[in-house]
């Protein structure tokens, strides 16, 4: 039996960051319901229902207009709940879908008619590990033709190690959760340092969320702001912002959104760099209108 994990904050906080118009979410979940879409039978954990009427309301509270629903390991390469969601919203959204080399170039076809633009892979340990790298090459090796890109779930630990492969992709890609670094080991720790070594190179993109899973000192997370601070100094252009709800898996550090957003002008203290991370980066890579 998998485990079950908590839902996230019900009582979110009304932010006192004001997001500027057409401000995206470029990092978020819906979870079911299970009773319409089912969770994978071979998923690592499994998250109380966070269907997408639940995210528009939050999104509403924060004074979000865009977002990109992410594909998480719970649905499996199913990626229905994300699909339904993305016509739900009226084209408010996008998506990232998982899939294995068994998707067929209609399937890959269908997807990006219903907004799909990119492709994610979990590298973390606790979801599971490395996937098998012939599957994943073979995958990548489809995404040029469809102006997708690539999403990588890495550990912090394997940063390094996975470098020289980083560096051949052949397309745009998106390192999630600021590299899942550690703030208690400082911004001079080799994975960060090798992070924003790839943040140089021009297909290199990179989310500053998952502050409650950078942070080491725990609510408000303010110790994450300089590691977001610094990838988005190196690349204000390839940087995204997202809250990562409902927040699977991160144990005790459970934030609240409203928090989350209030960290932002810690980020990016200059409304120029706020509008890119919120707006235009997020409008390029998943073809919003400005």
């Given at each position: 039996?998998?485990?079950?994990?908590?839902?996230?904050?019900?009582?979110?906080?009304?932010?006192?960051?004001?997001?500027?118009?057409?401000?995206?979410?470029?990092?978020?979940?819906?979870?079911?319901?299970?009773?319409?879409?089912p969770?994978?039978?071979?998923?690592?954990?499994?998250?109380?229902?966070a269907?997408?009427?639940?995210?528009?309301a939050?999104?509403?509270?924060?004074g979000?207009?865009?977002?990109?629903?992410?594909q998480?390991?719970?649905?499996?390469?199913?990626n229905?709940?994300?699909?339904?969601?993305?016509?739900w919203?009226?084209?408010?959204?996008?998506?990232?879908?998982?899939?294995?080399?068994h998707?067929?170039?209609?399937?890959?076809d269908?997807?990006?008619?219903g907004?799909?633009?990119?492709?994610?892979?979990?590298?973390?340990?606790?979801?599971?590990?490395?996937?098998?790298?012939?599957v994943?090459?073979?995958?990548?090796?489809?995404?040029?033709?469809?102006?997708?890109?690539?999403?990588?779930h890495?550990?912090?630990?394997?940063?390094?190690?996975?470098?020289?492969?980083i560096?051949?992709?052949?397309?745009?890609?998106?390192?999630?959760h600021?590299?899942r670094?550690?703030?208690?080991e400082g911004?001079?720790?080799?994975?960060?340092l090798?992070?924003?070594?790839l943040m140089?190179m021009?297909?290199?993109?990179?989310k500053?969320?998952g502050?409650?899973?950078?942070?080491s000192?725990?609510?408000?997370?303010?110790?994450?702001?300089?590691f977001?601070?610094?990838?988005?100094n190196?690349a204000?252009?390839?940087?995204l912002w997202g809250?990562?709800?409902?927040h699977?898996?991160?144990?005790?550090?459970?934030?609240n959104?409203?928090?989350?957003?209030?960290?932002?002008?810690?980020?990016?203290?200059?409304?120029?760099?706020?509008?890119?991370l919120?707006?235009?980066?997020?409008?390029?890579?998943?073809?919003?209108?400005?």
């Amino acid at each position: 039996m998998t485990k079950p994990i908590p839902g996230p904050n019900p009582n979110t906080r009304t932010p006192n960051f004001k997001m500027p118009p057409g401000a995206c979410d470029a990092h978020c979940h819906v979870f079911g319901p299970a009773a319409i879409f089912p969770f994978a039978a071979d998923r690592s954990y499994t998250p109380p229902d966070a269907p997408k009427e639940a995210l528009d309301a939050l999104h509403k509270t924060l004074g979000i207009e865009r977002s990109v629903i992410v594909q998480a390991s719970c649905h499996g390469t199913d990626n229905a709940a994300c699909i339904d969601a993305i016509a739900w919203s009226g084209g408010r959204w996008r998506g990232v879908a998982i899939v294995d080399d068994h998707v067929t170039d209609s399937e890959l076809d269908a997807l990006d008619a219903g907004g799909i633009r990119g492709v994610r892979f979990n590298f973390v340990q606790h979801l599971g590990g490395r996937p098998d790298m012939d599957v994943f090459n073979r995958v990548v090796a489809r995404l040029p033709d469809l102006g997708w890109h690539l999403v990588l779930h890495l550990d912090a630990k394997d940063i390094e190690e996975l470098t020289p492969m980083i560096r051949r992709l052949p397309v745009p890609f998106v390192i999630d959760h600021m590299g899942r670094v550690e703030a208690k080991e400082g911004l001079q720790q080799p994975s960060f340092l090798a992070l924003l070594e790839l943040m140089k190179m021009d297909n290199a993109w990179v989310k500053v969320c998952g502050s409650e899973r950078v942070s080491s000192a725990g609510a408000p997370f303010t110790d994450s702001a300089p590691f977001a601070a610094a990838l988005i100094n190196t690349a204000p252009d390839r940087v995204l912002w997202g809250t990562d709800w409902p927040h699977p898996n991160v144990g005790k550090n459970m934030p609240n959104d409203g928090d989350l957003v209030d960290l932002i002008p810690l980020f990016a203290p200059d409304p120029v760099n706020q509008r890119k991370l919120l707006v235009d980066n997020p409008a390029r890579l998943y073809d919003f209108s400005n």
